[in-house]
Each structure stands twice: as C-alpha cells, then as structure tokens.
Nanobody
Framework: QVQLVESGGGLVQAGGSLRLSCAAS????????MGWFRQAPGKEREFVAA????????YYADSVKGRFTISRDNAKNTVYLQMNSLKPEDTALYAC?????????????????WGRGTQVTVSS
C-alpha cells in the first residue's frame, strides 16, 4: 500500500511561484497514475493535473494550463507540481492522489489513495 505525503505549500503573493512535492512510500509507485487536486473553502474538490506512470503524458485543468507543470521522479517515488504565476483564486488545499486507472481520469472516485494535502494561499 502506498502512502502519500505532500509538502511545499505556503503563503505567496500573486504572481509568485511554489513547488509542491508528494512523496510516496512503498515500492509500487511507478504502477500508479498520479494526480493533483485542490479544494478551496466552500467549494468541491477539483482536478488540477495528472501524469502517466512513466511521466510521458501530462494533463491539466484549463484554469492552470500554461502556469502549472506536473512531473514525477519514479526513482525518488515523488511527484511534483510546479506552480507559476499564481493567482488568488489558486488558494486551496492541494492534495496528491494515486490511481490504478489504465487511462487518464479526472474522476475523484478513480483515485484510490490520497494524501492529506498542503495549504497554498495566494495573497493579492
């Protein structure tokens, strides 16, 4: 069983950058598609980005396309989310998740494992 622990969140001014990390325990990290999701206060959890098992394919929500970059290092059992040009509307709790799905999915139910999340706050 893989366990996920996020880090790298914090308070940043609009236009700034943060890099989130999600470290996975266990030896089967490369078997999972990985995704980042976020949840703002009073809103539902939403898809942010996802990456295939090898890291060769990436997917983004329209709201972050061109600003965020997802990557992974299977040797380090870690997935990253580089966030640039941050906006106040990016403020949320960001969580990484792991999926056994054979295809790309933004469906929360397809992600079996979740981290607790790391808070990102963007001030205007």
């Amino acid at each position: 069983q893989v366990q996920l622990v996020e880090s790298g969140g914090g308070l940043v001014q609009a236009g700034g950058s943060l890099r989130l990390s999600c470290a996975a325990s266990g030896r089967t990290f490369s078997n999972y598609r990985m995704g980042w999701f976020r949840q703002a206060p009073g809103k539902e959890r939403e898809f942010v980005a996802a990456i295939s098992r090898s890291g060769g394919l990436t997917y983004y929500a329209d709201s972050v396309k061109g600003r965020f970059t997802i990557s992974r290092d299977n040797a380090k059992n870690t997935v990253y989310l580089q966030m640039n040009s941050l906006k106040p509307e990016d403020t949320a709790l960001y969580a990484c998740a792991a999926s056994y799905s054979l295809k790309h999915t933004v469906n929360l139910d397809d992600y079996a494992l979740w981290g607790r999340g790391t808070q990102v706050t963007v001030s205007s």
